[in-house]
Structure formats: structure tokens, C-alpha cells
């Protein structure tokens, strides 16, 4: 091999919808094909190159509102704190499972990139083997982010000490996506500062344009508003939904394209019907398509609760942005600290009562806030939002 190994401990269910964790995997690599000219992707479910995990990791297919609402069932029948702890529980015998099959692979050069979770030992194992430096990327630490969310881990405590300290302790550089996520590593860690490098979320400038065709979704309406995610409730969908339902009653004719799928579809479709909002939902989409639907889009949105921390990068804003469509932001966390509102995205705070729906009006009546806010989201992410300017980064600091 000419090319680094990128390690995701986690199965590629074809059937569960979009898996983010594998497409950030997949679009480090591309970027290292990029540069090197080879890499690997390594998972439990096999190996893969890049265009063969975003395939079978978009979840074409979909998990369905059916398929959902029995999910959904099944999650009220057992509690969250059960299920968690069977989780834990396991935890240690299948990354030893995973760790003895990575051994086996063949030999990477450059670095070993690893995409953090509990117990998580392939990596490592890998990178000590052949003498090379290990990147391990922490999205957030698991049972901190768990708290974040409220739930409760009774194993908790053990899986950090336990299963999470000692590889994020061992790691020769630390990326992850935000300020906040660097502290919560220093301070549960106590890794050094200087080990841990903030990498926000890139995007494939190469495959996310403004140029191209777009999806004709069957909006018969003035304005699309669009959304692309999985229909999960820590989103905050919901504000998005009863913000263009007030828009709809000041009188601007708009409907909303959502791209994606999860649980909480099916509670989010019952809002829109009640609404009577004209909306297109399409359901998991393969990767490929996702540029053709954002194009479709006058406007698009990344959503928030209202309430809690946000210590996320996410990768649809700057997809969003480098398909030349202007984006919606909440003023929090690295949205506040690295983008401009009326520069590069429009924001908005989530604490404050109609803010949403003040500055979707404000970017819908104004054609020239609207594309001036579009040409800098996209001249933002060609200059330094790519994948491989994030490389080159790592790539630095590993020398």
C-alpha cells in the first residue's frame, strides 16, 4: 500500500439509512486517495474504498415510516437504560474481535486513522504493528456526549476509564470537530492541549457544485426550503416545520424538501399534514443524488432544539454551501465563531421566539441578501472547507 488505513469500528447496516460516521470516514479517505493515491477503509463488515462504503452506508433503501414507527415501538417496550447497557456490556469482546481481523490487513503507510468509539482497540493495534502514527477522531467523547443528551449509562464511569481513556490517551494526534469537543477531551482526559487538533466538518468540493441538474420534487411553490439530516428529535426539526407554517400564514408561498429518514419521521410527517404544509420528503437517498436535491433548494437550513449545548460540525451546512445555496444557521457554538451572518450564512438565535421565522423572511424577500449570502458560503468552502485542506492539516502536524 501507498496510502494510510481509515478504521471505523462499526457496522455498515445497509438497511438503517444514512450512517455519518462511515461517510466522514469515507471522505477523509478520498481525499487521502487524493494525496497519496491509495487508502483503505476498514470496518467489521468488510473492506471497502470510498464509493463503495458512501453506497451501502447512504441507505438508499431507507429504513421506511413503517419500518420507523416498529423501531419506535420496540424502543417503548425496552428503556433507553436497558438497551444502553446491553451495549457497554458487549462492548469489550467485539472490538477485541475487530482488533484481531485488522491485525491481519495489509500494511499501511503514512498514518492509521481511527474514528473513536468505546473500547475500540483496531486501530491501535494497527498503528503500534507497523510503527506508524495513529489519528484517532473523536466526534465527542461517548458518555460525555451520552450526558449531553441525558441519557443514562449505569456502565458509564467504567466506560470511560475503561474503554474510552486509554486509546484516546495513546493516540499520537486527537482531531475532532469543534472547540468544545477539544475541551471536553483535555478536560476528562487530561491529554495535552497540543495533542488535539480541531478539524471542522469539510466537504467534497468535487462533488457537491452549484453546477448540474437538480431534482424536480413536485413543489408546486414560490420558495423551497430545504433540510437534509436523520429525522432524530435532539435536531429540533420541529421549529423548522412551525416556522414555515408561519411564513405560509404572513403569506410567502413556500414548502419544505427534507432529505433523509430516522424515527422520528413519522411525528414530524403528522406535523406537516396538520399544517397543511406542501413538503417533499424523500426518504434515505443515495450520496450520489444529495447534490441534485440540495440544487432544488432556495434555502437550507441547519435546525437546533432550543435548548442545550452544540458542540457539532455538521457536514450538510458545508455541502450546503458549496452547492451555492444559502444557509440558515443557528448562532451557537463553532457556527457562531467561524462563519459570518450576512457574509457567508444567515443566523439566527435558537433562545429567541420567532427568530427562525424573522430571518427565513428576511433571506426569501431579499433576492440580492440571498445570492450575496450563497456566493460567500461557496467561495468559503472552495478556499478552505474541502476535505483535503483538512488533511493537509493533519498531515502537518503528524511531520
Given at each position: 500500500?501507498?496510502g ?5 469500528p ?8 444514512p450512517?455519518?460516521?462511515h461517510l466522514l470516514?469515507?471522505?477523509w ?6 494525496r497519496?493515491g ?8 468488510g ?8 453506497t451501502r452506508a447512504?441507505?438508499g433503501?431507507g ?11 420496540l424502543?417503548e417496550l425496552?428503556p433507553v437504560?436497558?438497551?444502553?447497557t446491553?451495549?457497554d456490556?458487549r ?6 474481535a ?10 499501511p503507510t503514512?498514518?492509521?486513522w481511527q474514528?473513536h468509539q468505546p473500547?475500540?482497540?483496531?486501530g491501535l493495534a494497527v498503528a503500534r504493528?507497523w510503527?506508524?502514527p ?7 467523547p461517548?458518555v460525555?456526549?451520552s450526558?449531553?443528551?441525558g441519557?443514562?449509562?449505569p456502565l458509564g ?7 474510552e481513556g486509554?486509546?484516546v490517551?495513546?493516540a499520537?494526534?486527537?482531531t475532532?470537530?469543534?472547540?468544545e ?5 483535555v478536560s ?11 478539524t471542522?466538518?469539510g466537504?467534497d468540493?468535487?462533488?457537491f ?10 413543489l ?8 437534509v439530516?436523520?429525522f432524530r428529535r435532539?435536531?429540533?426539526l420541529?421549529h423548522l416545520v412551525?416556522?414555515v407554517a ?14 433523509g429518514d ?7 410527517e ?5 399544517l ?11 450520496s450520489t443524488?444529495?447534490p441534485a436535491?440540495?440544487r432544488a ?10 435548548v ?5 460540525s455538521p457536514?450538510?451546512l458545508?455541502?450546503?454551501?458549496a452547492?451555492?445555496v444559502?444557509a440558515?444557521?443557528?448562532a451557537?457554538?463553532?457556527l457562531?465563531?467561524?462563519f ?8 439566527y438565535?435558537?433562545g429567541v421566539?420567532g ?9 426569501l424577500?431579499?433576492?440580492?441578501l440571498r445570492?450575496?449570502v450563497?456566493?460567500?458560503g461557496l ?6 472547507g474541502?476535505?483535503?485542506?483538512q488533511?493537509?492539516?493533519v498531515v502537518?502536524?503528524l511531520?
Amino acid at each position: 500500500m501507498t496510502g494510510p488505513t481509515f478504521i471505523v469500528p462499526l457496522q455498515v447496516e445497509a438497511s438503517a439509512g444514512p450512517q455519518a460516521v462511515h461517510l466522514l470516514a469515507a471522505a477523509w479517505a478520498d481525499a487521502a486517495i487524493r494525496r497519496y493515491g491509495e487508502a483503505t477503509l476498514l470496518t467489521p463488515s468488510g473492506v471497502f474504498d470510498p464509493t463503495a462504503l458512501r453506497t451501502r452506508a447512504s441507505g438508499g433503501a431507507g429504513i421506511g415510516a413503517g419500518a420507523a414507527r416498529g423501531r419506535s415501538l420496540l424502543k417503548e417496550l425496552v428503556p433507553v437504560v436497558v438497551r444502553t447497557t446491553i451495549k457497554d456490556a458487549r462492548l469489550p469482546m467485539k472490538a477485541v474481535a475487530f482488533a484481531r481481523r485488522a491485525w491481519q490487513e495489509p500494511q499501511p503507510t503514512a498514518f492509521v486513522w481511527q474514528h473513536h468509539q468505546p473500547c475500540a482497540l483496531a486501530g491501535l493495534a494497527v498503528a503500534r504493528r507497523w510503527r506508524l502514527p495513529l489519528v484517532l477522531h473523536v466526534d465527542a467523547p461517548v458518555v460525555w456526549e451520552s450526558g449531553q443528551w441525558g441519557v443514562e449509562r449505569p456502565l458509564g464511569a467504567a466506560v470511560e476509564r475503561w474503554g474510552e481513556g486509554p486509546v484516546v490517551r495513546q493516540a499520537d494526534l486527537i482531531t475532532c470537530p469543534s472547540e468544545e469537543v477539544a475541551e471536553a477531551l483535555v478536560s476528562r482526559f487530561h491529554v495535552g492541549r497540543d495533542r488535539v487538533l480541531v478539524t471542522p466538518g469539510g466537504v467534497d468540493v468535487h462533488r457537491f457544485t452549484p453546477d448540474g441538474p437538480d431534482v424536480d420534487v413536485g413543489l408546486d411553490v414560490e420558495h423551497v426550503i430545504g433540510w437534509v439530516g436523520s429525522f432524530r428529535r435532539f435536531h429540533g426539526l420541529e421549529h423548522l416545520v412551525r416556522a414555515v407554517a408561519q411564513l405560509r400564514h404572513d403569506g410567502l408561498d413556500v414548502g419544505l424538501l427534507l432529505v433523509g429518514d430516522g424515527q422520528d419521521r413519522p411525528r414530524i410527517e403528522g406535523m406537516l399534514n396538520e399544517l397543511a404544509i406542501p413538503a417533499a420528503l424523500t426518504g434515505s437517498v443515495p450520496s450520489t443524488d444529495v447534490p441534485a436535491y440540495l440544487r432544488a433548494m432556495d434555502v437550507a437550513c441547519v435546525t437546533h432544539p432550543g435548548v442545550g449545548g452544540f458542540h457539532y460540525s455538521p457536514m450538510k451546512l458545508r455541502e450546503y454551501m458549496a452547492s451555492g445555496v444559502a444557509a440558515v444557521v443557528p448562532a451557537v457554538g463553532e457556527l457562531k465563531r467561524l462563519f459570518v451572518d450576512g457574509q457567508d450564512v444567515c443566523s439566527y438565535d435558537p433562545g429567541v421566539d420567532g427568530a427562525l421565522v424573522s430571518v427565513l423572511r428576511d433571506v426569501l424577500r431579499d433576492a440580492a441578501l440571498r445570492e450575496r449570502v450563497a456566493a460567500g458560503g461557496l467561495a468559503k468552502m472552495r478556499r478552505e472547507g474541502s476535505w483535503d485542506a483538512q488533511l493537509e492539516r493533519v498531515v502537518g502536524r503528524l511531520l
